[in-house]
């Protein structure tokens, strides 16, 4: 029987620029990016607690003082809306309308994705472009021409 060392590679050892010395390099970005979320984070969730908050206020209450704190909490408004039939109507509507914008606008974007990726056309980087353009606005730019458009229709 003949004797045989194991043959072993060495690790995989990183470069010494690539070594993090704990609390060396402090970086600056990250506490700015984490800053400017927050900012995000609270104009974002600051109206509509303003308008959930104003909703147990009566209406002179609101129409006195917009900017006050509920003195009476009146959690009648919401028993009220939500036992009404008129709002689980428009919450259905609001769905069927959503749920199925959601599902055309999946599968078609699905089919044109694989088309865009897969097949070789001549347009084929205008028609991106032209989907990527879709994506630069943000909705709210559309939605008053079309609160108008809907507005003028009746």
């Known amino acids: 029987m003949t004797a ?12 010494p620029r690539h070594e993090r010395v704990a609390g060396a390099g402090f970086d600056w970005g990250q506490p700015f990016v984490y800053i400017v979320a927050l900012m995000v984070v609270i104009v974002s969730i ?7 908050i104003g909703g147990f ?7 006195a003082d917009p ?27 609001s769905s069927v309308v959503g749920l199925g914008t959601t599902f055309g606008v999946v599968l078609l ?3 044109a994705a ?15 472009s032209l989907f990527a353009a879709g994506l630069m606005f943000p909705l709210t730019v ?4 079309l609160t108008i458009l809907l507005r003028d229709l009746g």
């Open 46 to 52: 600051v109206p509509v607690a303003y308008v959930w």
């Open 142 to 145: 559309a939605a008053l021409p």
């Open 67 to 93: 900017a006050a704190w509920p003195t009476p909490w009146i959690f009648d408004n919401y028993a009220r809306v939500l036992g009404s039939g008129r709002f689980w109507g428009s919450v259905f509507s």
């Open 114 to 128: 694989f088309v865009i990726a897969r097949y070789d056309f001549r347009g084929r980087g205008a028609l991106y």
């Open 57 to 63: 206020r009566s209406t002179p209450d609101i129409n």
């Open 4 to 15: 045989t060392a194991a043959i072993t590679t060495p690790g995989r050892r990183r470069s």
């Open 109 to 111: 974007g699905v089919m």
